[in-house]
């Protein structure tokens, strides 16, 4: 594995733990209790193990971060300059469904900063992380966006959207994973609307560290988040096509 500080370090244990557990669950979904928490979201008690084993393991080598995560909301702790910012299980739709595509996201917040971020896609084995000033990789291979320009050559993921679009497209139901190609250059770009921090912050970093573009975001905010995501060579390009989306 390539050079990485502690904090990442720390971060891959927890998911590679936290893993274990999800792809269990995984093939025991008739056994799942589930519950909703609003009109189309769903936490599973899967949801809630995964992300009790995240905290536990970052809070064992960082006691005094504090966190954001999914189920738990904002946990202040003497150290508020510092925040893990978690969610267990991105693409919890899918993962009811018994589709092998969703990820557990993990990153670390350093003030208004994104400093550390990681994807873990426990189904496929495949892990995408990058550090700030270090690069993005993919399982040690570094990783860059793609470098297509022209739009009708390109494929783009996004969310919920009432607009059509005359470019290629598609919904996967998973914004880390979808960021992650974008950085893996899979995808040239992602664009969403109405996203919550912990589906988007490892992501963030993911797609700036191999040489992507997003939008100006505040991560004062937690929730109802706006993210375009793209490569330079496409960006836009990308913009002027999807206008407000």
Known sequence: MNSISANLNIMIKASEKASKILIRDFGELEKLQVSKKGPKDFVTNSDIKVEKIIIEELKK??????????????????????????????????????IPHFAISIALQNNNEIISGLTFDPIKNELFYAEKDN???????????????????????????ENRFDFTFRRTGCAAL????????????????????????????????????INDISLSKIQDLKVIASSPNINSKLIEKIGNF
């Open 178 to 213: 979808d960021m992650a190609y974008v950085a893996a250059g899979r995808l040239d770009g992602y664009f969403q609307k109405k996203l919550n921090i912990w589906d988007i912050a490892a992501g963030v970093i993911l797609v700036k560290e191999a040489g992507g573009i």
């Open 135 to 161: 690069g993005a990789f993919f399982n040690n291979q570094r990783i860059r966006v793609s470098k297509r320009n022209n739009i009708n050559d390109c494929l783009f993921a996004l969310g919920k959207s």
């Open 61 to 98: 080598a960082r006691p005094n971060f504090s966190v954001i995560s999914e189920e738990n909301g904002i946990k202040k702790d003497k150290d508020q300059s510092n925040t893990w910012i978690i969610d267990p299980i991105d693409g919890t739709v899918n993962f009811l469904h018994g």
